[in-house]
């Protein structure tokens, strides 16, 4: 078994240490012996998804998403869009996430025309929404209880044709206001968590991990790992949120 994952735009939305995402996915497949092959899709490199598993896209600062724009619409998004309807596993973290919306409109009136794959917007607001923050994922993505680190201005607001990924626990989440964090639409997982999110949240780790595996394999079942050092840093965070 392998997983085939492309880690979309690493050259210019990589907040955080998001980057992290991408290491916590592939040694957590290879200490359950399961391969795990990872290609960088930087600006300018072509944009077919057929061959991946799961995509990875990252955060970026207003400036690194207006960056990206052009290279978007000359082909990634038409293509991002498809795979998304076809139930290619997205992990996308905050301004990767803000990208798979209609728009995002920044703070200073700047509009970022984005990919419109899942029915949500953006709206720079003046107060930045920082901090350490916590939230409980939905059923459908596991119910664990997810920690990590928000920093955005962006207020995204969900459609009707998606549900939030969780609900907030502590912090802000989607906008500070409706108590919904991140989104879900077909396999897309869309959250605001930098961090990086995943090596403090094994358990959603893992559940991304099964729903990419699933989907190639028809089934698939990964073994416990010793989570003590993960729990732990994950328990650390809880605990300063009170
Ligand atoms: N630039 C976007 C915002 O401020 C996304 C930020 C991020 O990716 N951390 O909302």
Redo the contacts with the bound molecule.
């Keep these: 078994m392998e997983l085939k994952i492309c880690h979309m735009y690493p050259d210019v939305?990589n907040?955080?240490g998001d980057g992290g995402n991408i290491r916590c996915l592939t040694r957590r497949l290879q200490w359950r012996g399961i391969g795990a092959e990872v290609t960088r899709m930087p600006i300018g490199s072509p944009a077919s998804l057929s061959g991946y598993d799961l995509v990875f896209i990252?955060?970026?600062?207003?400036f690194?998403?207006q960056v990206l724009l052009e290279d978007l619409h000359r082909g990634k998004d038409r293509e991002i869009r498809a795979a998304v309807e076809d139930g290619l596993p997205f992990l996308t973290?905050?301004?990767?996430y803000?990208m798979l919306g209609s728009y995002?409109e920044?703070y200073d009136g700047q509009r970022c025309d984005f990919i419109g794959a899942l029915d949500l917007y953006?709206v720079?607001s003046k107060v930045?929404m920082i901090g350490n923050y916590s939230f409980r994922c939905g059923e459908e993505s596991g119910g664990s209880v997810v920690v990590g680190f928000?920093?955005?201005?962006?207020k995204t607001w969900l459609g009707s044709g998606v549900q939030p990924l969780g609900k907030v626990l502590s912090g802000y989440g989607n906008n500070g206001e409706d108590g919904s964090e991140g989104a879900r639409y077909k396999n897309v997982f869309g959250t605001?968590s930098?961090g990086p999110l995943l090596p403090k949240n094994p358990a959603f780790c893992d559940h991304i991990l099964l729903t990419a595996l699933e989907r190639k394999y028809g089934t698939a079942e990964l073994a416990p790992l010793d989570d003590t050092a993960e729990r732990a840093a994950h328990d650390e965070v809880l605990a300063r949120l009170g």
Excluded: M
């Excluded at 990252?58 to 207003?62: K, V």
């Excluded at 973290?93 to 990767?96: H, L, Q, R, S």
């Design positions: 939305l907040l955080y990252g955060g970026g600062q207003d690194e998403q973290i905050c301004g990767g803000q995002y920044t953006t720079g930045r928000e920093n955005h201005s962006g605001y930098h």
